[in-house]
């Protein structure tokens, strides 16, 4: 019995041992497991949606602020602030958020139906750039941190146009730079940045707030550190001549006031003000044209969002929610109609995602309005165009 289980046995070893030696060493998974030609319009996709690394509609990821030499044409870069809030915190969180909202945005493709473009495929060259590190503990340094590493990401050369003049200081063409807040105090350090980079720009702010209260109305002002949050950043950045004079308009106003002086101070600070009430009279396209004839379509403008514009029905996650807002589609709606303004740089803010739904209600709309924001970006070619179309109009 012992004899033939040995015997049994052996020749297990040597069939198993021969058909070893005659298999092929793979060196990997062969790419036609990994990589799927989509059909029509559309390029490659390694796995689904729902996996994979987390990044803003699933752009490739680089460490940007470690490494100079990474050029782009379109980056996104998070700001995890919300030290500035005056009630929910909970906007640290917002880039991650908005994040993990975008992965479907290039679902079925990416193609952008209402404004024909794909800003998934396109001749841009786009990525995520990560977070900038902002510490918790100090606003001071870390409204410092955000100007720093958004002017290292704004101030490169971009991959394309990059010899060709462009609207920036000394005839210069830059990238693009969306950032993901982060709570409405980043845009402060933000347009710092800008400034050093373009100048005094114009500004269209969507928010359900002013923003330009003066510190000692918004407060009380205990402290020059304690004077900059996220309603009053927009007071600063007019004293320290941010804006362009006359050029800037808030969308989506509804908030209480302090009294009828506030708007009065927020006329001193550049603004004019669409009302969110506004679109049950004069509609989407009224709203768009009074942002179009306030800023213009030949100078560079600066776009801020804050997602409190929506209605709490569309977008509960948020700092200092308000009811009365806009749907998501009106948002959107209003979005794409700023197709003609030089846009040189946006921000999303005040995403909270704690206080959103399992479904992601709020960080799937933030994700939206990003993406029609970045389809007009894309659509209008590198920023050298601004320059060369306003060449030929003269």
Sequence with gaps: MLTALFTLGYVAYATAHGTHDNQKTLSGPHQSLWYNTLPGDGGTQADSVFSGITTFGRLPYQPCLGH?????DLAFIGAPFDTGTSYRPGA????????????????????NVPLETN?????????????????SYDNEWALKQIEEGHYNILSRAPKTAADQRGPAKKGKTLPRVITLGGDHTITLPLLRSINRAYGPVSVIHFDSHLDTWRPKVFGG??????????????????QEGL????????????????????????????FAIVEAREVDTIGT??????????????????????IDTLDPAFAPATGTPETGGWSTRELRTILRGLESVNLIGAD????????DTNAEHTT??????????????LKKGPLSNMVANQDEEL
């Design 243 to 270: 804006l362009a004079n006359d050029t800037n308009i808030h969308a989506g106003i509804r908030t209480t006031l302090s009294g009828p002086s506030d708007y009065a101070n927020d006329g001193y600070c550049g």
């Design 364 to 377: 799937m709309a933030a994700a939206d309005a990003l993406y029609e924001i970045m389809s007009i970006m």
């Design 68 to 72: 100079d030499d990474i050029d782009y």
């Design 348 to 355: 999303i803010v005040e995403v909270a995602p704690a206080y």
């Design 221 to 238: 002002s205990p402290s020059e550190v304690a004077s900059i949050n996220h309603g009053t950043y927009f007071y600063h950045a007019a």
């Design 119 to 135: 800003p998934f495929n396109s001749w841009a060259k786009v990525l995520d750039c990560g977070d900038i590190p902002v510490t």
């Design 92 to 111: 640290r969180f917002g880039p991650s958020g908005i994040r993990q909202g975008s992965r479907r945005l290039n679902l079925y493709g990416g193609y």
């Design 285 to 306: 396209d009224g709203i768009i044209k009074k942002i179009l004839d306030r800023v213009g379509t030949t100078n560079p403008v600066y776009l801020s969002v804050d």
